[in-house]
């Protein structure tokens, strides 16, 4: 192969992590930089450029990449351009893409949001290769979605499609959220919405918790997993009600696309059978007759290190040269 | 064009329509036979290829025609089978596009469900010419869906998704629905659900209303139509509450596939200002930033009594040899 291998950068809102990828999703060599460091984002892409040009120089040179692919908060597939991320010091809207290849001899480079990213990296080298049809949840710090229908990322008209951290889980009385609305699944399901379960439910009950030895504010799924673990009540119930609400929301996910699997990746993702069990109960008791049984919840496998980069590098593959 | 026209087939409760058309969408012969008559499927198959042949001969012989398009209660457009359709006298898995294929000279035929179909006729004759993303909402006796993404109708891994009518509106304490859940925007937004908030309005309430003049049990949504032309205002508030319901869970659908219009077809579409107004102001409080103002809200402009036929016809140009 005359260009056997792509970049994957990874920017999230401290670090960027890159490397370079082979066609089996082996990462060559990688390195990071720090994102928040410049003000101005021609300078922090100077830096990022100069970086990934040495893992490139370290894979043989700018002639053996095929494209290179960046996941990047409200990136978007279709302009290149990341739009009003809130967690990254650069506002409006920037041509993240172009400015991105212009320093890098013309590479070609395609740009998604982290989640798409993530879906993309799971259908060439994760639990959805030879997946048609399938929906990435990401639960980490929000809750994000890629959706995969037959065999490609749903974009949507605008490049934006796949928000399903967004959807309104409970129209009335639903916890605020930070896009300003009320109820939506992110409010429950993001590591930040179950800590906010498990300081609720600390406050309303009365059992024992090994969780109430801990500082309620810096709580976190980990803390609640190993709880958990220990057979802790409280913690268990967390677990499950956060699972029922995903569960509820899949069973409606289901009823849009009917996919084959629904993929989970990211920090709830590791409470392992705690989340699995009742997202799977809530879905088998709220999903339509005709879909029943029919779909799978999975696991990322992916390393969660290498996850982010291979994702963004599996759109390297697709990625065109910019005009 | 060697074979320039299709024939459209739509199977409903009580009749088969069929029609021959054109590229344009012209439906140049039609007729109709009448569905429940035949215990065995096999006698109605028959008849239905003995009407559909007249009118093939009337466009110059089954030599003129591309394909034959089906739309069908629980078609399934990968196997050619209708599966368990609730109104329909014949139980079980019937493998309709190959009978009727086998009756009609091997012509190809595709089978889908009739909302599947109302979406393809509306992208390919309709309001939804040249879009590649959108989503087709049928109001009728049930609330039905089509999804378009990137072009194509969404059919889900197993064949039958978009069954958007059963998306849970209310987790709590939500209306019974046909499908044996509680709370589907269909126990809502379809004939019989609009019906019966028109039932509950004129019980819990005390306002005058002409709607207290016709029988409760056999309201339609043209009674409360031709109430709110009079300003009553019990039937404007039976819109309202509908135009919300239907508002919010569009927000809820914008988030998946971020569609450049939403078109509505059937009895309650014909509500026009009057449940569109409504639908609008939901869909633009509830809706992410991100798609604020994005997505069309659009009204089928095909006539009712042709759209069912030129829905399945506009398959039938996509129709390949049954094996």
Redesign the interface.
């Known amino acids: 192969m005359e260009k056997p291998y792509v970049v994957g950068i990874d920017m999230g809102g401290t670090n960027t992590v890159f490397g370079v990828v082979d066609a089996r999703g082996t990462i060559l060599h990688s390195g990071s930089i720090k994102t928040g460091k410049h003000a101005d984002v021609n300078d922090y892409v100077d830096e990022l450029a100069q970086a990934v040009r040495c893992v490139v120089e370290q894979a043989g040179g700018s002639g053996k990449i095929k494209g290179i692919g960046v996941g990047a908060p ?1 990136g978007n597939y279709f302009s290149g351009c990341i739009e009003s991320a809130a967690n990254l010091p650069w506002k409006g809207r920037i041509p993240l893409a172009k400015l991105i290849s212009e320093k890098l001899e013309n590479i070609p480079v395609a740009l998604t949001n982290d989640a798409n990213a993530a879906a993309i990296g799971e259908m060439t080298y994760g639990v959805a290769r030879g ?3 399938f929906i990435m949840i990401t639960l980490g710090t929000g809750v994000g979605s890629g ?1 995969v ?2 065999g ?1 990322l ?11 951290g ?7 009385n639903g916890r605020q959220c930070g ?3 009320q109820g939506c699944l992110e409010t429950y399901a993001s590591a930040t919405g179950v800590a906010r379960t498990a300081r609720e439910y600390l406050e309303i009950r009365n059992e024992d918790s090994v969780l109430r030895d801990l500082d309620p504010d810096t709580l976190t799924s980990k803390d609640i997993y190993d709880a958990a673990i220990k057979n802790d009540k409280i913690a268990l119930d967390i677990f499950e009600s956060t699972g029922h609400m995903l569960g ?1 929301a899949f ?3 289901i ?6 699997a629904i993929v989970l990746f990211g920090g709830l993702a590791k409470a392992g059978k705690f989340i699995s069990e009742p997202i799977q109960e809530a879905m088998d008791k ?1 999903v ?4 029943a049984g ?1 779909t799978k919840l999975l696991f990322s496998q992916l390393k969660e290190a290498d996850a982010a980069v291979l994702g963004a590098s599996a759109l390297g593959w697709e990625a065109k040269e910019q005009n």
Chains 1, 2 share one sequence.
């Open positions: 409200n997946m048609k049809d959706i229908i037959g490609n749903v974009y949507g008209h605008d490049g934006f499609a796949g928000e399903l967004h959807v309104i889980v409970r129209r009335h896009c300003g609305r509820e069973a409606d996910f009823a849009f696309s009917s996919p084959e709220n339509l007759s005709v879909f029919k």
